[in-house]
């Protein structure tokens, strides 16, 4: 597979006819439904380009590619691309708060693309630390024009409790969530979302809104985004914006608030250099459970500070990222000969960058003031590696404002 120019100017070429090959199993719909270029319009490089980023982002092909071929009016557009293997039963390893000490073991089964719809439906249960059952569904456009999105979501987990203000307990939560959505242009996504909850802890620990220790929480959400990021894997260029409002209630004065905002920007800097800079806040109003506490130190890190535990009901983070492309993401074919699994072996996405950053961040108590906390602050530099199907892993050295020094070994991109 590979990119091809168009000898004629861009003002002067009409599209004459969009051709999909290679997506075996995708429906054509899903493609064209992502992209701005129709037949009939003239062809633009720039907006191609992003309907090619676009299609990428879909997370359904290894690779995807443009090439103009002359055409009896103007060019065909041709659009290649390189599926994925989409069923994957799978043993599951899983390593909870980017903590390696906390392991989780079992099975699931994973349908990425089902019907050639983009449709995902998982299910999986493992056993170790915070074990649980789930099943997911999620249809991201199940109404033609209307652009309408589905979820539904039901699970059992017992978690143990990470709080540094209750001695550690296991919380057993039951739910049910559904969601349904509607896409917003190209880049915008609105969503509303219902949930039940059913949260047991110990009755002597006094830690949840009920006095026998048992809440049932329906809840609604608000959560809009808007994603315009070039490449989710590895973001250099772009905007991501997400923000949430969500009402949980227990019944009379024990309903509470919690909102939040997630502020991303990629800034293309010379020599094929990225600047990416993240703000996000959370906060939440009313008398918040413990297991509904925000935390430094589990999801939400600070480099230099890998393991240190905040824990209050709004927490801050901020972080810089320079990065530095080493080797450019390139494709390699494992398997070369034609049997029927050949083609999810091919044009596997490998590379590599350099990344210096910055990270800083606090949780709070409702009481406490931003202005008079003391933040965790840390710097460091590090390798992101770009593999097949793992996306990405990342070695990392990072130090704190004291100078003292850590190793990181995580997965996927930082943000």
């Not at 051709?19 to 992209?35: A, K, P, Q, Y």
């Not at 990470?162 to 996504?189: A, I, M, P």
């Not at 209050?312 to 000969?337: C, F, H, N």
């Not at 990072?398 to 996927?412: C, F, M, N, Q, T």
Request: hydrophobic fraction near 35%; proline fraction near 4%.
């Amino acid at each position: 597979m590979g990119s091809q120019n168009y000898p004629l100017s861009p003002d002067s070429v009409i599209i004459e006819s969009i051709l999909f090959v290679g997506n075996d199993h995708t429906r054509d719909f899903i493609l064209s439904r992502e992209m701005q270029l129709r037949e009939g319009d003239p062809y633009d490089a720039v907006i191609a380009e992003q309907d090619r980023q676009r299609l990428q982002n879909l997370q359904l092909f290894n690779r995807v590619d443009l090439q103009l071929l002359p055409g009896e009016k103007g060019v065909i557009l041709l659009v290649l691309v390189a599926e994925k293997w989409y069923l994957f039963p799978y043993p599951i390893l899983f390593i909870h708060e980017r903590d390696w000490d906390k392991l989780s073991y079992g099975a699931g089964l994973i349908y990425e693309n089902l019907r050639g719809r983009n449709i995902t439906l998982t299910g999986n249960a493992y056993l170790g630390y915070n074990p649980s059952v789930s099943i997911n569904y999620r249809d991201p456009w199940i109404h033609g024009s209307r652009r309408v999105s589905f979820s539904v979501s039901a699970y059992y987990k017992r978690i143990r409790n990470n709080s540094t203000f209750y001695r550690h307990f296991d919380e057993q939560h039951l739910g049910l969530s559904v969601s349904v959505g509607r896409r917003l242009g190209f880049y915008g996504y609105a969503e509303i979302g219902t949930e039940y909850r059913r949260v047991q802890v110990p009755e002597e620990e006094g830690a949840s809104l009920s006095e026998n220790g048992i809440d049932q929480l329906p809840a609604l959400a608000l959560r809009l985004k808007y994603d315009h990021r070039d490449y989710y894997v590895l973001p250099m260029k772009g905007w991501f914006l997400y923000g949430y409002v969500q009402v949980v209630y227990n019944g009379g004065s024990a309903n509470y608030q919690m909102a939040g905002m997630d502020m991303r920007r990629y800034q293309p800097l010379p020599g094929g250099l990225s600047l990416g800079v993240r703000a996000q806040m959370d906060a939440s109003w009313g008398r918040i459970p413990v297991y509904n506490h925000f935390y430094i130190g589990y999801s939400e890190r600070v480099r230099g500070h890998f393991k240190t535990v905040l824990e209050g009901e709004k927490r801050s983070l901020a972080t810089a990222e320079l990065r530095v492309p080493l080797v450019k993401t390139r494709y390699i074919d494992i398997e070369s000969e034609d049997k029927p699994w050949s083609s999810y072996m091919r044009n596997l996405p490998v590379g590599c960058n350099l990344t210096v950053f910055y990270d800083t961040g606090i949780a709070l108590v409702q009481d406490q003031s931003w202005s008079t906390a003391h933040w965790l602050s840390g710097y460091g530099i590090g390798l992101n590696v770009q593999l097949p199907y793992a996306e990405m892993i990342r070695f990392e050295r990072a130090w704190d404002s004291r100078g003292h020094g850590e190793y990181i070994v995580d997965l996927k991109v930082w943000f």
